[in-house]
């Protein structure tokens, strides 16, 4: 699938802690976590507590999951 716009919602144990906008394929697992673990990374946390993250991803503007993605 081509790439597109997409929102990642940040969940550390459920609860939403961001949402970012990424360009990318909603097909493209390793690049999805890679932007997750990029926003981890970024954002100072130790790679010990990145099993407690996943992200919801969604097209931009819109409600449906298409899928998650754990770090």
């Known amino acids: 699938m ?3 716009s997409l929102e990642l919602t940040i969940l550390r ?3 939403r802690e961001a949402v970012i ?9 390793p ?4 932007s997750l673990q990029g926003w981890l990374a970024g954002n100072g ?3 010990g507590r990145w099993g407690e993250f996943e992200a ?3 097209r931009s503007g819109e409600n449906k999951v ?6």
């Open 2 to 4: 081509a790439k597109q």
């Open 13 to 15: 144990k459920g609860r």
């Open 21 to 29: 906008s990424v360009v990318a394929d909603p097909d493209d697992v």
């Open 31 to 34: 690049a999805l976590r890679d």
């Open 45 to 47: 946390w130790s790679r």
């Open 56 to 58: 919801e991803v969604r």
């Open 66 to 71: 298409l899928k998650k993605v754990r770090a």
